[in-house]
């Protein structure tokens, strides 16, 4: 986020999450949009770090972590 943007920067990845959602949805075995979820919603967790909304951070944090977690159980193997 780029210094004294940081509304812009919430809106544009809360957009983001709106597309990368049902992209994920509509198929839930791939690893890809289950990632690219989650690395929008760790940088829309510091959006709101930076406004110091510190629930709405730790909300999209935790999504962020389950979504990668759940990518690391469902294909533990890849790691070997």
């Known amino acids: 986020l780029a210094a004294g943007r940081a509304d812009e920067g919430i809106e544009e990845f809360k957009g983001a999450r709106a597309i990368l959602q049902p992209l994920r ?14 690395r929008t919603l760790e940088r829309l967790g510091d959006g709101c770090m930076a406004k110091k909304d510190m629930a709405g951070a730790a909300l999209a944090y935790q999504q962020s972590v389950e979504l990668r977690e759940g990518v690391a159980k469902d294909d533990a193997g890849s790691a070997r």
Do not use: I
């Open 25 to 38: 949805d509509a198929d839930g075995e791939s690893a890809g949009a289950k990632l690219d979820l989650a």
